[in-house]
């Protein structure tokens, strides 16, 4: 299995990125997708998460509603994270992995790497002036 993640880059505040990650190796639209990010010397940081078959349900951490969009085509194996609005607290890497851990569902959660399956490589934002 392979997650590929694309997109990052060096943005200004108020800005936009959109984050694309092809999967591989494995049943794509059976899967949950997710995004995950990492700031410099903080923990792990759940950001979104859209369902699987059918793509019905997104979800979103509270520090990014309203500001991003997670979309998925599951014929070219792809989730995006289009970011709108970027603040200088969104740096980090970027991570896309698969399922969902349920407990996301309030907006808020403490998660484990070990909550998802596979694990993209990462790509880099940085919201800077």
């Known amino acids: 299995v392979r997650l590929a993640e694309s997109g990052g880059g060096l943005v200004q505040p108020g800005g936009s990125l959109r984050l694309s990650c092809v999967g591989s190796?494995?049943?794509?639209?059976?899967?949950?997708m997710s995004w995950v990010r990492q700031a410099p010397g903080k923990g792990l940081e759940w950001v979104s998460s859209?369902?699987?078959?059918?793509?019905?349900?997104?979800y979103y951490a509270d520090s990014v509603k309203g500001r991003f969009t997670i979309s998925r085509d599951n014929t070219e194996n792809t989730v995006y994270l289009q970011m709108n609005s970027l603040k200088t607290e969104d740096t980090g890497v970027y991570y896309c992995?698969?399922?969902?851990?349920?407990?996301?569902?309030?907006?808020?959660?403490?998660?484990?790497?070990?909550?998802?399956?596979?694990w993209g490589q990462g790509t880099q934002v940085t919201v800077s002036s």
């Open positions: 992995a698969t399922n969902f851990p349920p407990d996301c569902r309030r907006g808020y959660c403490t998660i484990r790497k070990a909550d998802f399956r596979y």
């Open positions: 190796g494995l049943i794509f639209s059976a899967y949950h």
């Open positions: 859209i369902s699987g078959p059918g793509s019905q349900f997104t």
